[in-house]
């Protein structure tokens, strides 16, 4: 009973996992496990050992990251989320990706996908207590719900490609758009400002006007949502001044 308590802890099932096996599946039961989830088993307790199950076990969790974007039971996706979680890898990351990215998907099933990247790019993110994932699901939820947790390492790592950086910042990207839903919009925006000391974030330069106002006074416009630093010349001079221009709200 002390176990499935700790399991349904979002912050457990979200960052560290289940103590492993003394003994690691045999091919057989990693099959098992695997032919379970790929049926849409609700069995959490039989496919939490996928983790520890190599190549194998990664893809049977990419595929069922992959097939749940119609999927809106959110107990499964925190489950799959949390078992996703234990393992880093490009396979895993591509297929959240394309989650967050899909505008056909379920709100709660792009809500994982971020989730999920934001779990591959460092154990130690996770929702900030008291919040749950159905809180994010159900939103809106302000100021941004990612915060530091203490986590363990991950049960298995695959070396990751060099643009790897891009598989997780082109996703939030485009899912942090106005034209999104408010609470993947968010979320991914929240995720997204927490990168951005390793991944800058650029402003396309089509959203940036600079207007004339009158004498020797202009305007510039900023009509992305983060803050924009510009420095400002005069041509034939040595005359510069550097500029912060606020987000579009």
Excluded at 38 to 57: D, H, I, K, S, T
Excluded at 76 to 95: C, F, K, N, Q, T
Excluded at 193 to 217: E, Q
Excluded at 227 to 246: A, H, R
Aim: net charge negative.
């Amino acid at each position: 009973m002390r176990l499935r308590i700790v399991v349904c802890s979002l912050i457990v099932a979200l960052g560290a996992h289940p103590m492993a096996n003394a003994q690691a599946p045999s091919t057989i039961e990693c099959a098992a496990a695997a032919d379970s989830l790929a049926a849409g088993g609700r069995n959490y307790m039989f496919w939490q050992q996928l983790p520890e199950c190599g190549p194998a076990g990664v893809a049977a969790l990419a595929g069922a990251v992959e097939n749940a974007a119609q999927e809106t039971n959110t107990e499964y996706l925190m489950m799959l989320l949390g078992r996703a979680s234990e393992v880093m890898d490009p396979w895993i990351i591509e297929v959240a990706g394309e989650l967050v990215g899909n505008e056909a998907a379920q709100t709660a099933a792009r809500i994982m996908g971020i989730m999920l990247l934001a779990k591959q790019y460092s154990r130690s993110f996770a929702i900030v207590p008291p919040l749950r994932f159905d809180d994010l699901v159900n939103g809106p939820v302000a100021p941004c719900p990612i915060g530091a947790s203490i986590a363990g390492d991950y049960v298995a790592r695959s070396p990751l490609p060099s643009d790897s950086l891009a598989m997780f910042s082109g996703p939030l990207d485009q899912a942090r758009s106005e034209s999104q839903p408010a609470r993947v919009r968010d979320l991914a925006a929240c995720l997204r400002g927490k990168l951005s000391i390793d991944i800058p974030i650029v402003v396309p330069t089509h959203l940036i006007g600079m207007g004339y106002r009158c004498g020797n006074r202009f305007v510039i416009e900023n009509g992305s949502r983060d803050w924009l630093f510009v420095t400002v010349t005069i041509d034939g001079t040595t005359e510069s001044v550097d500029m912060t221009i606020p987000p579009h709200r």
